[in-house]
Each structure stands twice: as structure tokens, then as C-alpha cells.
């Protein structure tokens, strides 16, 4: 097998030529000959001592290489390596120095100047008179260069859908979320964004409606892809908004149900409603600050509160001391205490504080 070098190869690793060394039995492996010198035979007619000597690779096994110079492989042609230091002289290698390798990067590849503007010159004429369709991936130049072309519609469109022309691109959803200019005979422009594509009648169905359907004679540019303007901002339903702070912004927020929007109190229309169902929870909360409230009106209180009130009418009270004291719904804490003033007889009442001694 013949090794190929390409002419004038930089990397070192690519002109390295293993070889394997045998005493002059010609089966038992040389062991021997690590660091011996190794002729070069060039085109077989120019010889040279390699500047390397033979690296082992396995000595054990007799596996030895040699890295040549990047000047001992400049000449083409097929080259040879002669071990004449063991037992007896052989020839260990063979490998040839090319132009191109086609291993290697083809860094070497020798073409005549005129020849390369000639294929330069037929590559660019080709691919410039290709079919706009072949060229239409949307990060390609081919792709940028399509949304300066001005194409002409197949038919009458409508508001909210129009058809591409003919050298459009067959598959579906190709153009979704790219924009669109239309250009009605009137000479008028619109811009819009491409919702939804079909490659089989090169239907494309818009996100906004359009004020009037655009003429069979109207034309159209396709855009560079909306995507990132479409998730800034409410522009249809199906659109969801970037968590983001915006200002100056009117958001409708639907009869559905809403987790964490909070509406502040001064934003609430003040019209008279009706047929309007409070939460549970809230008619509970209603519920516990008129109970706490004071009877004064002033503010919520534990004291003289309208709770308070009621306990008595309902909770255990013991008025046998000049303590009178009114319990809590488990009748043995106290909710609140008065003094007692009593006649000469101890059995009629005459006055209750319940400012004292607690109120």
C-alpha cells in the first residue's frame, strides 16, 4: 500500500511513514534500530538521508516511523525509503507526493488562473440563473435577496387570505410568521404577517384583516420573519405576551376565570351592577368586620364590639359576685367583665358598669 503526502504539507502528523525493520532472515522483527538514519529515494533517481532518524513505534515488534520535513515532501512523485544501517539493506516504504490529497483540505490543488475565473465565472452564471425556488431558505442569501423581489398574486385574494404566485415554495408552513407587503392597483401598500402557509395552492391565510381583498393584479414582497415583533404585544388571541412592564397599554381582560390579575380599586367601573355572585370567602371576610366592628361605628375592636353584644343575649353569664362576666362561645373564657351595683337586697340589681373593671 502507497502512502499519499500532499506537496509541502504542514502538518506534521500527515508526513510520518511507518515501516517495519526484519533481521536478514528476513521473519525475526529488527529490534535495533531506533534512532538509525533512513534514506530517501526521490522519483528514484535523487537519494537523501532524511533528516529525522526512525522513531519506534513498537522496536519489539520491529514497528518503526519516520516524520519527514515538509521540504523533503516538495517534489511530486512516488519516493522510497531505504533502512541501509541493520544486518542487511531493504526497502522498508513507499509513498507518493501529490497535489491533492483527497484526505487532506485540497489546500494544494494547482489550477490555472484563467482556468479559475472561467469556473468562478460559469458557478456564479449558474447559480444566478437558477429558479428562484432552489434558493429559498429563509437564513440564506438567497432567502434575503427573495424579500426585495416583487411577485404578482395568482388570484384575487380576500381579507384574510391571498395566494402567492407560482414559484413559490411547496411546503407548508414554509413563510408562517413572515411578513408580507401587498401592493394593491391602486398603487396603495399594506403590510401583514403570514399566520398560516399552504405549499400545495400557495395559500397564505393573515393574521390581520385586511380593509379590502387585494386585485389578481396586485403584487407582494415577502418579509424577513415577524416572530419576535408577534410575542411583544397582544396581536391576536392566539399570541401570548412576553412577561415583560408595559406602559400605556389597554388590556382586556375576557369573562373567563383569571389566576393573580389584580385590578386596582380606582380602575373599577362605578356604575351600578347586578346579577353579580361574591366569593365565598369574601362574603366570609364581610361577615367577621361587622362582627369586630365597634358599635361606636369608629373602628374594628375587641372590646365593644357588636360580638361583644351578642354574647350576652346568647353566652354564659355569671353575674353572682359585683363582677358580671359575659364568656366567649365556650362559656369558660371570659369575653368581657362589668361591675355590679346592687340595693340593700342583694337579689335586685341596680346598675351594671361594663367600663369596670374590664370594658
Partial sequence: MTLIIERD???????????????????????????DAVIVAVNSSQTFSAASTARALESAQGMYWLELTASEVSVLGNCALYHTVGDFPQHVATFSVVNFNPYSTQSNLDIPAAETAILAGASADSVWDEARTDHIAQTSFGGILQASTVSRLQIAGTTTE????????????FYNKRGIALQYTSGDWITNIISDYTGSNRSARLVFTLPRAPESESTYILLPNFESLMTVAGVDSA???????YSAVTVRIGLVTYSGATVGVNNIDSAAKS???????????????????????????????VTNALR????????????????????STSAWTASVTTTTDPSNINHIDPASPGA
Wanted: charged share 25%; aromatic share 6%; no cysteine.
Fill in 9 to 35: 504539507e504542514g502538518t506534521a502528523a500527515r508526513r510520518r511513514v511507518p515501516f517495519r525493520l526484519f533481521t536478514s532472515n528476513g521473519t525475526a522483527p529488527d529490534t535495533g534500530a531506533l534512532n
Fill in 162 to 173: 391571498v395566494r402567492l404566485g407560482s414559484g413559490e415554495t411547496t411546503l407548508d408552513d
Fill in 239 to 245: 399570541v401570548t405576551i412576553r412577561d415583560a412592564e
Fill in 275 to 305: 346579577d353579580y355572585t361574591l366569593h365565598q370567602s369574601t362574603l366570609s371576610n364581610v361577615a367577621d368586620a361587622v362582627l369586630s366592628r365597634s358599635i361606636a361605628g369608629s373602628a374594628q375592636t375587641d372590646k365593644r364590639s
Fill in 312 to 331: 350576652f343575649l346568647r353566652n354564659r353569664v355569671d353575674a353572682r359576685s359585683s363582677v358580671l362576666t359575659v364568656f366567649q362561645e365556650d362559656d
